[in-house]
């Protein structure tokens, strides 16, 4: 699978050596060279580079063109989901290779390159949890069953996302109004924070689904409040 503009990346940080950040990018078991210039850190005015990145360090970029071998990359314009989308899919990673270590042992880096022929280690461990079959051919059934059984009792980590939004009202009967745009909602938690503002919460095993849990019931609620004249923004 090749790097394309857009991707979100997962580096390391390499060098730095004045106003530019080289770093390596990990894709299917491999690295490739990236670099960052100053612009593309941080917004606003930088100081110091080193507050925002310093070599070792693994950082969430943003790939911005692809140029032959050259790779430009961004970090200011990676949204937190992005990076905590990326972090959590890295640190399925490691667990998957933990267990593929506490079963195949010295065979696991043979195992590992196998994998990454077409596929993260991620997207193959997810697709086999559902069709096991992709472990044919590249392990005995017995490691297979072995891997399958400590897959099925893993308990997953629920993804939590959060979202600030505001709903003011400046009609006599506002607060009852904004009760009753609020009362409806189930499938997430909300609490207030302090005038008109709000926090929504919403948990599920599936990241994309959580976000899209809350976009869903934050267009619920635009709704209902523009027909109800409510003041509604997010932050």
Known sequence: MDIEVGDVVLCTVERIENTVVFVKIENLGKETDGSIVMSEIAPGRIRNIRDYVVPKKKIV?????ISGDRIDLSLRRVSQKERKEVLERCSEERSY?????????????????????????????????????QFEGIINKKEAEKILDILR???????????????????????????????????????????????????????????????????????????????????
């Open 61 to 65: 970029c943003k790939v911005l063109r």
């Open 97 to 133: 290779i933990s267990i593929l270590k506490s079963i195949l042992g010295d065979k696991t880096p043979e195992i590992l390159k196998e994998i990454q022929k077409n596929k993260t280690i991620y997207d193959f461990f997810e697709e086999a949890k559902k069709n096991p079959t």
């Open 153 to 235: 009792n893993q308990k997953k980590k629920k993804a939590i996302l959060k979202k600030e939004f505001m709903l003011k009202s400046a009609n006599p009967n506002g607060i009852t109004l904004i009760k009753e745009i609020l009362g409806d909602i189930k499938d997430a938690e909300i609490k207030y924070i302090s005038a008109g503002k709000f926090i929504i919460k919403a948990e599920s095993e599936d990241l994309k689904k959580t976000d899209n849990k809350i976009q869903n019931i934050l267009k619920t609620i635009s709704e209902k409040a523009k027909k109800d004249n409510v003041q509604f923004s997010v932050k």
